[in-house]
């Protein structure tokens, strides 16, 4: 599968099997993040794969509740190690480069036939309260990682025509 293939066909997934996940396709998909590109390449991130399952339960609370998170063998939660950092283009570097980190990773995951629905709902507190996340740290999302147990349709996509401008936004 190449890239634009990865992009075209993956799915947030919200229904995982039992398949255990096996090291080496999770060690690839953190290995991707790793690689991906981060701002004056600092690297200022650590990935936690949330493997056990007593943790993994306790995440449904520290994701509002989000039950189906719980099936998976494993959550990923990326953190940004210098949440203080601005680019000079007045973005936090760390929202970035954990943004660009993830989406590599998940890539990566649905390249080698596992799942992943990118969470934006989780309380920041619980997350860093269960895992031991030091104050100075911030997780910037979360995604369970596993053997999908769905094919969900493709969700409808505006036009190019209508979200890219040339030379101005008009």
Not at 74 to 92: K, N
Not at 120 to 132: D, I
Not at 134 to 151: D, H, S
């Amino acid at each position: 599968m190449d890239v634009y293939e990865a992009i075209k066909t993956r799915r947030s997934i919200r229904k995982y099997s039992s398949r255990p996940l096996e090291d080496e396709k999770l060690e690839k998909v953190l290995d991707a993040g790793r690689l991906s590109p981060s701002a004056s390449n600092r690297q200022a991130w650590k990935f936690i794969a949330v493997r056990d399952k007593e943790k993994i339960i306790q995440m449904v609370e520290a994701c509002n509740g989000q039950a189906f998170i719980a099936q998976a063998p494993a959550i990923l939660v990326c953190c940004g190690t210098d949440p203080e950092g601005i680019m000079s283009c007045g973005q936090p570097r760390h929202t970035i480069d954990l943004s660009i980190a993830t989406a590599y990773m998940i890539l990566e995951a649905h390249e080698l036939g596992l799942g992943t629905c990118w969470l934006g709902s989780f309380n920041e507190a619980k997350v860093k309260e269960l895992l031991e996340i030091p104050e100075n740290v911030r997780p910037v999302a979360v995604t369970p990682l596993g053997y999908p147990a769905e094919r969900p349709f493709p969700k409808p996509r505006k036009p190019l025509d209508e979200v890219v401008c040339y030379d101005s936004y008009r």
